[in-house]
């Protein structure tokens, strides 16, 4: 690009080239001694600005061109051209990448290099700060495409066209992030962590559908519960808050798009949005632009957290000198509440999308005089048992187990043998249904277990299975490997003890006379000869007689 100055140069050779360069024609000898005399140019420059003025007669032609050699021009040999190309492959354009000038130092000494695979002379080398600029030189798409993750990398990729909404409730798009405030127990007060939040966002209107608050991970119950929420009437939910809060945002919506994560993805979450109309659109792997919306509203949510005691700060620096554990202060239900409010907010707060309108306006307007936003013969508990976690078991004569948990049901007598569907809630242990016939059977639990979550029975049993474990560290284990010692060489002992001892009866006994030769006389074994008791002399009776 040329600078100000020599654009200013150009326009004030502009008026006198434009009055004598004709534009057709060869230039004739008094025009170029008549622009000399008005500009004191040379000859052979008259001329030469005469051609750039006849091919493109602009001030700027006129210009004076950039001094220095053509950016992307090198009198690097094409060899070492040639590697310094594949080491800024294999060195920089990497995850994560290092500093231009890290790169360069690593791929100077490795041209350089006596048993290195290129040994250039130091002559032929450019210096660091030719390398330096020789790696600025990349552009920023091919660096993104090899060294950022795909949000970074979205930014430098041509998004033609737009995933566009056709109406009301036609698409909502839904997503997970972990809210940037720790929160604590609602006993001790004391700091647990940071929750997920869940939002899904109608991409027409611009409303917040619905969202859910948990501190477990995204899971197949937990987009359930969100979907749910986006689908039914708010009002419930507020009373049990005990907020007062304009909520009027619920209906049956067309499309679901979400990423490519898991839970989205399951075989039981996919059919129950089928089950209820709703196709579930998965965006293809990678690329964050196709969630543009949904990714905007959770990075203005997130932001508003920052206003929040225990907001933990979107880096390193912001958190310095910073204890956020010990300033959390709010509980999961104050901080739903919270959150509930903060929607209200955005509802009500003018949108750019929508050309300065609220979200909350749009809807008003869409929805007025519509239809019914759902179904008249919703049935809501059908609804949330669909959504939730699902697997094939087998039914047993003792019913179903699920997680060393077994579950019954009379009706399930007639299906001994037979593979049904059962989705369980995992805040309770209590009871799971089994989708027979088209109905939820309520299956209650064989046995006592306590009122609790499934991650809590989860986390007391692996509580356990560490307290074996350390038992086992503490001695038990090296107890049992001397006791199973002991008890081979017990067997050792003994099949060697009948070893011999079978071997030495074998040596006992004579062989067998069919088919043998005579065998020699055996002496004569000299009889004990006994003396009646009335023949023993008195004092010595006892005694052997010689």
């Known amino acids: 690009m ?7 140069s150009g326009a004030e050779l502009y008026p006198i080239f434009r009055k004598h360069v004709p534009l057709e ?19 052979r420059q008259v001329r030469r600005l005469a051609v750039r003025f006849k091919a493109n007669p602009i001030a700027e032609s006129l210009a004076p061109a950039v001094r220095g050699p053509k950016v992307g021009s090198h009198r690097i040999s094409t060899d070492v051209k040639a590697a310094i190309d594949r080491l800024i492959v294999d060195l920089f354009l990497t995850k994560p990448a290092p500093t231009a000038a890290l790169a360069a ?23 660091e700060r030719t390398l330096v600029r020789l790696i600025g030189e990349i552009s920023a798409p091919q660096r993104a495409r090899s060294s950022m993750g795909s949000k970074q990398r979205s930014a430098y990729e041509p998004h033609p066209g737009a995933y566009r909404s056709d109406g009301l409730l036609d698409l909502v798009q839904m997503d997970h992030t972990r809210a940037d405030v720790i929160l604590v127990d609602s006993i001790h007060r004391e700091e647990l962590g940071r929750p997920w939040v869940t939002l899904i966002i109608d991409v027409w209107t611009r409303v917040i559908l619905g ?45 679901l798009h979400a990423d490519h994560a898991a839970p989205h993805r399951a075989e039981s979450f996919r059919r129950a949005c089928l089950a209820h109309g709703i196709d579930p659109d998965i965006r293809p792997r990678g690329p964050a632009h ?49 959150l509930v409010c903060q929607i209200g907010i955005y509802h009500n707060t003018p949108h750019a999308g929508l050309g300065g309108q609220c979200p909350a306006q749009v809807w008003a307007r869409e929805t007025a005089g519509k239809t019914p936003l ?5 049935d809501t508990e059908r609804l ?71 991650p809590e029975w989860e986390a007391e049993r692996k509580r356990i299975r560490l307290v074996g474990a350390a038992y086992q560290a503490d001695g038990a284990k090296a107890a049992t490997a001397r006791y199973i010692q002991a008890a081979r060489r017990e067997v050792i002992t003994a099949v060697d003890r009948t070893s011999k001892a079978r ?34 002399p008195e004092d010595n009776w006892l005694q052997w007689r010689n």
């Open 384 to 454: 949330t048992r669909q959504f939730l976690p699902s697997t094939d078991l087998t039914v047993h004569s003792y019913g179903v187990q699920i997680r060393h948990r077994r579950y019954w049901h009379p009706e399930l007598a007639v299906r001994i043998g037979q593979k049904i569907t059962v989705h369980h809630d995992e805040r309770t242990l209590q009871e799971v249904y089994a989708h027979c016939d088209g109905v939820f059977l309520p299956l209650s639990v064989v046995g006592r277990y306590p009122d609790i979550t499934e």
């Open 25 to 43: 024609g060869p230039l004739a000898k008094s025009t170029v001694a008549a622009i000399i005399a008005a500009t004191g140019l040379g000859e």
């Open 105 to 127: 130092s690593e791929i100077s000494g490795l041209l350089m290099a006596e048993d290195g695979e290129f040994r250039f002379a130091p002559e032929d080398i450019p210096s």
């Open 211 to 255: 969202f859910y608050v948990s501190f477990g991970d995204p899971s197949i119950f937990r987009c359930g519960r969100a979907v749910a929420n986006a689908l039914l009437p708010k009002e419930p939910l507020l009373a049990r808050l005990g907020i007062d809060v304009e909520y009027p945002m619920f209906g049956q919506f067309a499309r």
């Open 374 to 378: 759902l179904p008249v013969s919703l």
């Open 290 to 338: 196709f969630g543009g919306h949904i990714e905007r509203l959770i990075g203005t949510m997130i932001g508003k957290m920052r206003l929040l005691p225990g907001a933990t700060g979107s880096n390193v620096t912001q958190r310095d000198g910073y204890d956020a554990g010990k300033a959390a202060a709010l509980t999961i239900a104050e901080f739903e509440r919270w």
């Open 503 to 536: 071997l030495a009866r074998k040596r006992q006994e004579r062989e067998g006379v069919s088919h043998a030769d005579t065998l020699p006389a055996q002496p004569a074994v000299e009889r004990t000869q006994w003396q009646s008791v009335a023949e023993l």
């Open 2 to 8: 040329k600078s100000t100055e020599a654009l200013s």
